[in-house]
């Protein structure tokens, strides 16, 4: 489903009933709030979630991961989302592409994340994430992916 580029307001719970959806399209839009937290348990099939370019606030739901383990690409870039990075996310082993730039997250990168052998591109540029933790993710990440392509890293 792609609802992208609207200008929808509030918060999107309701389509959270959509059992089968594979691919959510909700970015840039006016979508406020925090993200449902019934999110991962009720949309267990998307592969794809893009909820980049809105409004939303508060925390990432610390299960995020614990129901979306078919998920390839996470994007919530661009929203106002504080706190840590759930340690659920590594939970997401399809995981290819993860951007949580532009918001106001701190804290350490979770060590769970590197286990995500398919992560190509990470990317948590402009938040509060402490930078002395991640040069040392980066680097224990490359060598666990020895004589893997690496993909795009920003931070």
Partial sequence: MDLSTNEFKGNFAAICQLQEL???????N???????PILGSSLKRLVELE???????????ADI??????LE???????????EIPKSIAKMKKLTRLCLNNNRLSGNIPDEIVGLKKLRELN??????????????ILEFKEE???KELGSWKW
């Fill in 22 to 28: 594979t691919i959510l399209r909700l970015h840039t």
């Fill in 30 to 36: 006016k979508f406020s709030g925090k993200i449902p």
């Fill in 51 to 61: 909820l980049y370019n809105n409004a939303f606030s508060g925390s990432i739901p």
């Fill in 65 to 70: 991961g614990s129901g979306l383990k078919s």
């Fill in 73 to 83: 690409k996470l994007d919530l870039s661009y929203n106002s989302l504080v706190g």
């Fill in 124 to 137: 948590i540029q402009k938040n509060k994430i402490k930078k002395k933790d991640v040069s040392r993710r």
């Fill in 145 to 147: 992916v020895e004589g």
